[in-house]
């Protein structure tokens, strides 16, 4: 039987809810989208006239707020309201890794999703579709039935009843728009057809139907772990390999093209890079690690453990080669780090390799400008848990008097003066144009680039008289 659907809410308004909705919001403009969230502030920049004080960035984002919001797109925090009027409610809340208790450090902390099944159960009317949209442990839309089931509605019992999906988001943070615009696929695992059907309806309005899946409810749980898995094992294997290259002789970037030819293999996720950052790739595979051990599965369990130790390995690697080539020590020598975010074209900082190799170089006793187009001092601040130099005092004086390094952020480019070093760890396009002749001469000698990502032109760094190290160049 068809379910009709007019009204759908959306707790959460983070990097998946705010975008995912606003897509859906765009291509569904008969029906409304309301995004609730418990933070204030969050809501606030959501509905903030000043389009460029949306809390997130994506580029194409904040066009599609302008046409939508507050005509079938609404940004609140009645959370009572928007789930009383829902036929489909997605749950979309942060899913991070347990920071205590059983599974801490492997887990995901699950209390938000939790909080948000206790909302719907207390608020909701009639029948509604709950959707997990966040990324869950497997068996979790069972934990989140009982929720629903619990003794706490069985009063409404009658008049309430519900369905739970899963419909995990595949979207990547720099480029949401585009990936929601058109999704490789899109996943909806669950039990009664009906409502897979109802959810599949609003998908269809611009997703084509031979890319909608329907899956039984646990695969598309597992499958949307298995896929960020896999993903961020091709990282740590090309990362591996660049290491071999440098003491080989190989180029990594050679060795990518050679291997990502083969059409079995393919040719993206192949860059290496400082290691993978975001909130979900360590997160989603330490949640399929946590779950292999519950179940006994310890040789599958390290196997997954070993892409996560491989990045956290390179990470501190970055960090051993600039020290090496800057004479063994960094005391009181300027570095410039070029980007912060943990990849282009978001401001997310989410585990980054910046924040573990910039905590590295202060504790070496380095003195860092930070240039991030779009992460925001205070952002950089929280990451390093260090506050940054004062306006007053620029450079190394400073540092004479404290044994480690210190940083400071600077807005725009015109800080190479007497850096001994330039560090590249997010591939910003505006780096791609830096003027490395003008900047050789400013640079103090012997100067050096250090590239983690690949995009400078390394015979014109090179001709600038600069040293340069490039993540996997054994050449
Ligand atoms: P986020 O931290 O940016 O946003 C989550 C939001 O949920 C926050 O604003 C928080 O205040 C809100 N929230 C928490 N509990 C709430 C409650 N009880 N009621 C109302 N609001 C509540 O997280 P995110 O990056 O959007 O990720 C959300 C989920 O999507 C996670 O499970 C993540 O693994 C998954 N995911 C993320 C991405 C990504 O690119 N960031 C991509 C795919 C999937
Ligand atoms: C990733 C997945 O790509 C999405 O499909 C998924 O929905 C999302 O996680 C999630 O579940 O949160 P995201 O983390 O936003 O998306 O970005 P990616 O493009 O996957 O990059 C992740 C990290 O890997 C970044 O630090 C990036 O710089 C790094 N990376 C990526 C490389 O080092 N090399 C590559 O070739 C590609």
Same mark, same amino acid.
């Given at each position: 039987?068809?379910?009709?659907? @007019?009204?759908?809410?959306?707790?959460?308004?983070?990097?998946?809810?705010?975008p995912?909705?606003?897509?859906?919001?765009?291509?569904?403009?008969?029906?409304?989208?309301t995004? &609730?969230?418990? #933070?204030? +502030?969050?809501?606030?920049?959501?509905?903030?006239?000043?389009?460029?004080?949306?809390?997130?960035?994506?580029?194409?984002?904040?066009?599609?707020?302008?046409?939508?919001?507050? !005509?079938?797109?609404?940004?609140s925090?009645?959370?009572?309201?928007?789930? +009383?009027? =829902?036929?489909?409610i997605?749950?979309?809340v942060?899913?991070?890794?347990?920071?205590?208790?059983?599974?801490?450090?492997?887990?995901?902390?699950?209390?938000?999703?939790?909080?948000?099944?206790?909302e719907?159960?207390r608020?909701?009317?009639?029948?509604?579709?709950?959707?997990?949209?966040s990324?869950?442990?497997?068996?979790?839309?069972?934990?989140?039935?009982?929720?629903?089931?619990?003794?706490?509605? /069985?009063?409404?019992?009658?008049?309430?009843?519900?369905?739970?999906?899963?419909?995990?988001?595949?979207?990547?943070e720099?480029?949401?728009?585009?990936?929601l615009? #058109?999704?490789?696929?899109?996943?909806?695992?669950?039990?009664?057809k009906?409502?897979?059907?109802?959810?599949?309806?609003?998908?269809?309005?611009?997703?084509?139907?031979?890319?909608?899946?329907?899956?039984?409810?646990?695969?598309?749980?597992? =499958?949307?772990?298995?896929?960020?898995?896999?993903?961020?094992?091709?990282?740590?294997?090309?990362?591996?390999?660049?290491?071999?290259?440098?003491?080989?002789?190989?180029?990594?970037?050679e060795?990518?093209?050679? $291997?990502?030819?083969?059409?079995?293999?393919?040719? !993206?996720?192949?860059?290496?890079?400082?290691?993978?950052?975001?909130?979900?790739?360590?997160?989603?595979?330490? #949640?399929?690690?946590?779950?292999a051990?519950?179940?006994?599965?310890?040789?599958?369990?390290?196997?997954?453990?070993?892409?996560? %130790?491989?990045?956290?390995?390179?990470?501190?690697?970055?960090?051993?080669? &600039?020290?090496?080539?800057?004479?063994?020590?960094?005391?009181?020598?300027?570095?410039?780090?070029?980007?912060?975010?943990?990849?282009?074209?978001?401001?997310?900082?989410?585990?980054?390799?910046?924040?573990? $190799?910039?905590?590295?170089?202060?504790?070496?006793g =380095?003195?860092?400008? $930070?240039h991030?187009?779009?992460?925001?001092p205070?952002?950089?601040?929280?990451?390093?848990e260090?506050?940054? /130099?004062?306006?007053?005092?620029?450079?190394?004086?400073n540092?004479? @008097?404290?044994?480690?390094?210190?940083?400071?952020?600077?807005?725009?480019?015109?800080?190479?003066?007497?850096?001994?070093?330039?560090?590249?760890?997010?591939e910003? +396009?505006?780096?791609?144009?830096?003027?490395?002749?003008?900047?050789?001469?400013?640079?103090? !000698?012997?100067?050096?680039?250090?590239?983690?990502?690949?995009?400078?032109?390394?015979?014109?760094? @090179?001709?600038?008289?600069?040293?340069l190290?490039r993540?996997? %160049?054994?050449?």
């Amino acid at each position: 039987m068809a379910i009709p659907i @007019k009204t759908i809410c959306c707790i959460g308004a983070g990097y998946v809810g705010g975008p995912t909705m606003t897509m859906m919001a765009s291509k569904c403009t008969d029906l409304n989208f309301t995004v &609730v969230d418990i #933070n204030e +502030e969050r809501i606030a920049s959501w509905n903030s006239n000043n389009l460029l004080e949306l809390p997130i960035f994506e580029p194409g984002l904040q066009d599609l707020i302008a046409k939508r919001r507050n !005509k079938n797109l609404f940004f609140s925090t009645n959370i009572k309201e928007a789930i +009383e009027s =829902a036929d489909i409610i997605f749950i979309s809340v942060n899913t991070p890794t347990k920071t205590k208790g059983l599974g801490a450090g492997k887990s995901s902390d699950l209390k938000w999703v939790e909080a948000s099944a206790r909302e719907v159960a207390r608020y909701s009317k009639g029948y509604t579709i709950v959707v997990e949209k966040s990324t869950l442990p497997v068996r979790t839309a069972e934990v989140i039935e009982n929720i629903l089931n619990s003794a706490e509605t /069985i009063s409404k019992r009658e008049e309430i009843s519900f369905d739970v999906l899963s419909n995990p988001e595949f979207l990547s943070e720099g480029t949401a728009i585009k990936d929601l615009d #058109n999704p490789d696929r899109v996943l909806i695992g669950g039990n009664n057809k009906d409502a897979m059907i109802a959810l599949s309806n609003l998908y269809k309005a611009w997703v084509p139907e031979e890319k909608i899946l329907f899956t039984n409810i646990w695969s598309s749980e597992l =499958a949307k772990l298995t896929s960020n898995a896999f993903l961020a094992q091709r990282i740590s294997s090309i990362n591996s390999i660049s290491a071999i290259c440098e003491v080989t002789g190989a180029d990594v970037r050679e060795v990518s093209r050679a $291997i990502g030819k083969d059409s079995r293999i393919g040719s !993206k996720f192949l860059n290496s890079s400082p290691g993978f950052g975001g909130s979900c790739f360590k997160k989603d595979i330490l #949640n399929l690690v946590y779950l292999a051990e519950y179940f006994g599965l310890d040789e599958v369990a390290k196997f997954w453990e070993s892409v996560v %130790d491989i990045n956290n390995w390179h990470r501190g690697r970055i960090t051993k080669i &600039v020290i090496k080539s800057l004479f063994g020590t960094i005391a009181q020598k300027k570095i410039i780090i070029l980007g912060f975010a943990f990849k282009a074209n978001t401001n997310d900082t989410r585990e980054s390799a910046a924040i573990k $190799i910039c905590k590295d170089l202060i504790d070496e006793g =380095a003195e860092l400008v $930070i240039h991030d187009p779009k992460v925001s001092p205070k952002q950089i601040e929280n990451d390093l848990e260090i506050s940054p /130099i004062p306006k007053s005092q620029k450079g190394l004086e400073n540092t004479l @008097k404290n044994k480690s390094g210190e940083w400071r952020y600077s807005k725009n480019l015109d800080i190479f003066e007497s850096a001994h070093a330039v560090l590249i760890l997010t591939e910003w +396009e505006i780096y791609n144009n830096i003027n490395w002749v003008s900047v050789a001469k400013k640079m103090s !000698k012997p100067s050096w680039v250090f590239d983690s990502r690949s995009i400078v032109n390394a015979a014109e760094v @090179k001709k600038a008289g600069i040293n340069l190290w490039r993540i996997g %160049d054994g050449t």
